[in-house]
Each structure stands twice: as C-alpha cells, then as structure tokens.
C-alpha cells in the first residue's frame, strides 16, 4: 500500500496505490485512466532522469551540465550521482557528447547537454 | 548607427522572437545579450522537462536553449553578448555598451523588449532577522552551482514552493546538501505537482504549507531559522514558532518582470503583471516598442515564452514593413478568480485567431474558463482545476476573434458548472 | 615623531584621522571590522541635522551647527553625494504647537538660519505626499542629507592619502598608562604605543575608556530599524521630514536618500547587546506605521530591504568631548549619537586642533585636502560615459544591471587605498547589489572580480568579514 500524488496533470491527485496481489495493482484516488497507469507505473519501477554538472577544463565555461541519456531507476539516482564526483572532461564539448558511458551497468550514458568550446588563448 | 529592429534580449524570448522577424521577412535584426553567452536564464536551469509542448521531447535547459540558438546562427542573424542596454526612449534610441566595443547608440525602427524577470528579494517580503551570509535567491543558487560550481551551503531551508525552489531543493540534494524542510506561506504551492513529486517526495523534503519564515539568526553566516504557521490572514501565529538549524536559507518567493528600461521608455505597464500592456501584436502602448515572455509576464513553462515570442517577433517585422494592424482598441477584461489578461487589448482590424494567456487567482475545481462579448459568452472551456502556479491559453478561432474584436466590452472570466 | 592612535573606524575615527594628517604624526587607526564605517555609520538615517533639536549650550548643539556649515566645502573636497533638501517637523495636532514653537526658539537660540513655521497646507504644496491631518511645520532650509559611509570612506581615503595607516580586524583589550603616554593592548596581544589616544569607539567608547580612566561611563545600545524603498518611490518626498520628538527621540522620519531612495525609521528601543544586527516583525511594523502618520499612502510593494542600526546613546546625554582626565594622554568621543554624523566634521577639528596641541604637532606641509571617488558611471553623461569606456574598456561591462555599476567601479573599489575586501564593501563604495534586486544577479560575478583582484579563492570571499564566507566550498 502506497499513497502518492498523481503529475499527470496539475488536479494532482492522491492516488492510493495497493500492491498486496502483485499480479493485480489496483490504484485508487485517480480522476482518470492516466492516474491508474501513473500509480502502477511508479509502484513497479520508478524511473527518473537524472541531471548535473561536472568541470570542464580550458573551456569557455567552468561547469558542463549533463543528462542520463534515457531515466533511470529512482532508488540508484545516488550511486549514478556518485560516478560524476571527480570528473574533469577537456574542452571542446558537444551536447550529446558521452561523459559517463553505460552507468551502473544500465546502458543508459551521462550525456553533455551544453555546447562548451575550447577558451580562446 | 541605424538598425530596423532591436532586441533585447538573447534568452529564449529575445531567440524566438529575433528567428520569428527573420521568417517574416526582416533581415536588418540585432539582439543585444548582457551576459556573455546567448541562451538567458535556461543556460543555468540544467534540469530537464524543456520543450515538451515546442519539440514534443523533454530536454533540459541548456539544450532548449541550444536549439533556438542554432536558428538564429543559422539565420545569421546578429547578435552582441557582454553588451547591456543602458536606456531607451520612446522614440527608439537605444543606448548600451560593452567592453570591446565601448558606447554605441542605435536608432531602432522597432524595439522588441525580451529582458526576463528577476526575483523577489528577501527585502521585498520583509523577513525579520540578521543579515548574515547565506541567504541567497533560489536562482543565485543555481547559478553559483551550475554555473560557477560553487556550493552556497550545505544545510539548507527553502521559503516558497515555486518551482526554482523545489528544482533547488533536488539540485542541493544531489550535490550533498541536506535540505531540510521547504516552507510554503500559502496553503498550496505555486510550483508544479510533478516539481513537488520529484524534487521532494523522491527525497523525503518536508514541505509544510501556510507557514512562513520569521526570523533568521546567526552572525557572520546563518545558523537557523524560526518558521511559523500563518493564519488566514497570513499573520505568523504566536506560540507556533519552531527553529530550524541550518546555514542556508534559499529564497523562491516570486519573479517580477524586468520592466527598468521599458519606464524609461514611458512604455506602459500593468499593476497586475509587473509587464508592458499590450494589444494582440505585443506592442506596448509606446508605438514600435514590442514585449514579449518573462518581461510582460511571468510564464509557467518556457515553450509559452516561445510561442509568445515568436508571434512578437513577426508582427514587429509587419509593423516596420508598415504594415500592423490598427484602429479602435478593444479591452479585454480580467473578472471572476481571472488576475490577469495578456494582451490587455485586441485590435479591431487585426485578422488572426486570438491567443489569451492568463493567470487565475486562487485554485478553483470544476470551473468553465469563459470569454464574454457584451455579455454574450463566446468561448468556453470547462477545467477540472485551474491554479495560480500555471498559466491558462485560451485560443479563440476566427469567429471567435471576430466576435471579440467587435464587441465593445470584452472579458475573461471563471464560471461554476452547473450541475 | 609623534604617534597618534586612533582607536574606531566609523565617521568619527575616520574624520578624526583625516583632520589629524593636516599634522605631522604618526598616525594608526584601528578597527576590529574589516572595513571602515561597519558600526553605527553605516546604519542611521543620512540626515545632516539644521541643530533645532539639541537642548541650547549643549557639545551636541555647537557641533551640530558648525557642523553642518561645514558640509558644502567638504563634501566638494571629499567628493561624496550630499544635498541640503531642507526639512520639516510635522505636527499632527493643533494642541501642539507649542511644541514646534520651543523647536523654534530652541533653533534661533542654537544659531539656526532660516527656520520658519508654515501651515500644513504649505508643506502639501511642496510635498504633495504628505498626510492631510498634517495641521502646521517647522520648516528648517540649512538641513540636509548625505550618505554616511561615502562620507565615511571619502575621509578614510583622504587620510590614508595624507599618511594615516589604517589597521583592521583588530581589536583593542584595554588601554595601559605607560608613564605620559599610553599602551593600547589589543586582543592579539599586539600593543601600540602612543603619545595620544583617540577613542573614537563607538558603543564600546565606555568599555574603552574605562579600562583605565577613573571617571566612568556607560553607552546604551539604542536600536533602530529601517526600512528602504526603491528608487520608484522616490517621488514620494525630496524633503525631510520629522515627526515631533518625543522622549525617545526623533520620532519616526520619512527621508530620501541621496540616491533617490526612501527610508523610513528607526525605531527607538533600549538593548543590551552592542552587537545586535537583526530586525525584528514588531519593529518593521512600527517603522512602517508610523511611517504612515507621515504619509498614509506607503505601501510596502517597493520596499527593498529592512536594517538595524544601533545608536551609542551614553548616560550623560550630551556627547563627551575631550581629554579623559587623570592626566591621561586620551582624547574620548563619546555617547557621539545623533545628530553626531552632522557634527562630525566640526568634532573632528576640534579633537585634531586639541590633540596636535596637547602634543605640539607641526603642520604637514604636504597636506592635500582633495580625495577623488570613484567615477560613477551612473550619473554620466552620455559622452563621459563613451570616454571612460575608451579609457577603460572595464567601464563597458555592467556588473549591477539595477544601480548600473561597471566593472570598472568595482576594480577600482578593491584597489585604491582603504579599498573594499568583500560584497559589502564593494556595495558600500559603488552601489553594486544596492538595488531592487539587493544582489540576485549580480553578487557571484561581484565575488569573482573580488577573488580575482584580490588572488584570493572563490570560497574565501566574504559578505562583511571573517565568518561571512559565501560559498562553502567547489562542486565535486
């Protein structure tokens, strides 16, 4: 059993959300059917994107945000987190660049999300 | 120096707007960028959840951003960054300058106004306490994260629940910092649910409605705060006081459009928005002096901005061709739970379908968002719920528009359903 | 040669200093903050008092009225913004006149020009703002405003140019005869010796001088909030304007700036802490609704930011000026309350002129009264603003898009003499972060031009000294 707030729209909704038959969730709370297939969707797997920065060296900014290239599972958000302590990618960069490849075995990359060029000497 | 149209501006309004006059026709175009890349308040805003409604794909800032920079290199259009404008009047002299090209004085023939908003300061809800450091605005706190990668604290409280805040309190988290609680003065947040979902619940961050900060104590750097709940007044109630340790305390109270030059301008402006008052080509009431997204008002989701800007955009390069409409003006009305109308008025000849964009007061369930023409309903919608934190579009097709633009007293408004 | 210490940075050590390098010394100034003007200077009212308040034959009386003739010469001298607006003293009731009329006659005994009593009707013609309820007012031409710590950092610079060696973040322990001279003991254990000692304190000018002086004295904190309105509602009033005094003091005023903002306060209220900095809900609600009295149109829309200032009221009432007694080489100023910024210029000669007497100063022939501030690219010219950015490109970039304050100002800030350290000090000298956005946008890039001016690391600048450090440490 499990209570949440449905984001599908912004009625946000307390869904109640019983799990004690895993073969048949049953959600309540919902307005309509997107509730019923949010409250399930996030009872079996929630999954997030998980966004940052790292450094950047000899570019034309300090920091470089990325992104998981596709969401992940929300309980391992931390230990993605954790693979970005320390580092440094060199300058020039491209959004969609791979900082991190295949995170925590997911296949899922730390992907840059900005364009950082080389500094001008 | 002589230019055909000025934009101030090179975040996503400025962007949209400056490829918009470049599609319309109008070549002679110059954005002018403050900081000293393109792209605005998104360049900091790294989260994703950008572009759903323009791309019909979640991107993150900066990659939002990216997009609409590409257009306007494509186009070649010009543009100078590290340059602030330092007054304009209303016959469209601009002035600004940057370091390396010192003073310069442009004579526009159209100006489009795209400088965003800036945030309430602590100052402006009259916060008692100490002023030590540590008290930053939520978006200080973005960008001396993502930016500059600096950590401005490392135990923190949030007051307000708008979405920079609650986008701060994941951000801080995920950096190490331990938020502890985010404190909303209203009994409902002004941010969206699924920023409160994911940025919060994710992270077990207590958020505690109706309550309000009341004093911030310590020397030199923060060391707690003391909340308390409010009545419905919105007066700290005595005895309910609780003190938080923390040395950070973010602020996320609010934006207000950032209207410094169109004063100088005599441009206008609305009590109600903080932005210019404009007709349906987002031109002021100061001729040739367009405004468009953060700076007229404030938006929930950037893709508005977008949209928004790009219709400033083109209409600015049908006034320089001579060619915007004109006439009598109609007044569209903001009433019942409606705040705010944008534009405030609709132009008689103009022919396009009508877009209104709107913000209601309080949070209403169950309700039918009307437009009404000299008392006769026009458009109606009907909404599940409809609150302050979300911004409501209303467009209204050619009859419709017609109907409004012929009218003589034109209002938006909320009605119950009847049952 | 001579050594002079003065012990306080605010605008009486610092007018001191200033006055004091017209002589041929060697002259400290010593200050626990880590810049001038931190205490009571920079938090108080900005009024340049007519001296119709004090209590006739007074110090307070004679030096706020020499005092304030002095301004016009010196704030050309010194270069920092001061205006006389004139004021008024508001009175809400017919049953008082009399009290506007003993301000009067108080005022003319005291050597006051120009004071008047009009009808409140006049004061609406030339202050459309003010309450209808406002029945008559004492009208006083000769007042004026300034600001306390450009003053402040004006005599600072000029003194340091003339010689005077500023030393911060030093805190003085206690003050030891050292036969006709004195030793100043400071926390650190460092000890200066001097011929001269001028205590210039503050709230701690009691504590100081009765480490070793055998008449005694006590300062009481005295609190005042404030609140500023931005620059938007500066069309609210050009004038002063007083309500009558009572017992506690001035009563609540409504006051431009000389930037074109408004304030309104202090508060009034006795405390124990001298370090005590924070508002308080009560005491903003007093501030604003007296306020009111003044003017029932304020709102508090265009309020900008809230402060504490705290007053060195001493028990004797007047200002204590002069040699502490006992044959001790001590020069005291204190209990410098209001209207002690006005007199500031007049006190200084005086304990320059006593002090170089006392220990038979020559004159510095080298003296050079004129201070240069910082060009203040706000207030150009279109064509002086082309010319600076030529002369230096800094001057193009805009730092703080709210007071319009370049690069350029805020470079210069950190390294002339006396120059700023951290954001307030910055903030102090060229207005950055002093606007509607009280720093939201632009105190990261200020903090770096300070890291970088300074070679020091992003995570040691600070907002107003040691342990105000901003950001607490690098995102890894």
Known sequence: ?121 | MEKNLIIIGGGPAGLAAAKSAYDAGERDILILEREDRLGGILNQCIHNGFGLHTFKEELTGPEYAARYIKEVLDRKIEYKTGTTVLSIDKNKRVTCASESEGLMVYEAKAVILACGCRERPRGAINIAGCRAAGIFSAGTAQKLINIDGYMPGKEVVILGSGDIGLIMARRMTFQGAKVKAVVELMPYSSGLNRNIVQCLNDFDIPLMFSHTVVDIKGKGRVSSVVIAAVDEKLNPIKGTEQEIKCDTLLLSVGLLPENELSRMADVNLSPVTGGAVVDDDMMTETDGIFACGNVLHVHDLVDFVSEESEWAGARAAAYIRGEKAKGEKVAIGAEGGVRYVVPQYALRDGEENLKLRMRVGNVYKNVRLCVVCDGEEVYSKRCMIVTPGEMETVSLNEKQTRALKNCKKATVCLKAVEK | MKKIVIIGAGVIGCSVARELSRYEAEIIVLERENDVACGTTKANSGVVHGGFDAKPHTYKAWFNVRGNEMFDKLSKELDFPFRRNGAYVLCFDDTKWDGLKKLYDQGIENGVKGLKVVTGDEVRQREPYVSEDVKGALWCPSSGIVSPYEMTIAYAENAAANGVKFVFEKTVDRLERDGERLKVVCMDGDVYEADAVVNAAGLYSDELNNTVASKKYKIVPRKGEYMLLDKTSGYLTSTTLFQLPTAMGKGILVVPSVHGNILLGPTAVDIEDKDCKVTTYDGLAEAFDKARITMPSLTKKTVITQFTGLRAHADAGDFVVGWAGDDLPLYNLIGIESPGLTAAPALAVQAAEDVADYTALAFNKNFDPIRKGIPCFATMTEKERAEIIKKNPLYGRIVCRCEVVTEGEIVDSINRPVGAKDLDGVKRRTRAGMGRCQSGFCSERVMEIIARERGIDMTEVTKSGKGSEIVVGRVE
Do not use: H
Not at chain 1, 3 to 27: A, F, H, Q, W, Y
Not at chain 1, 46 to 62: F, H, I, L, N
């Open chain 1, 1 to 121: 059993m499990k209570e949440m707030i449905c984001i599908c729209c912004p009625m946000g909704c307390r869904l109640t959300v019983d799990d004690s038959d895993p073969g048949n969730i049953k959600v309540s709370g919902n307005t309509c059917p997107r509730g019923a297939k949010y409250g399930k969707d996030e009872m079996i797997c929630p999954k997030r994107m998980v966004t940052s920065v790292v450094r950047v060296e000899g570019g034309d900014a300090a920091m470089l945000s990325v992104k998981t290239s596709d969401s992940i599972e929300k309980a391992r958000i931390f230990d993605a987190l954790a693979l970005l302590k320390g580092v440094t990618v060199k300058a020039p960069v491209k959004i969609g660049d791979v900082v991190v490849a295949d995170v925590l075995g997911t296949g899922v990359d730390f992907i840059a999300t900005k364009d950082v060029a080389a500094r001008a000497k």
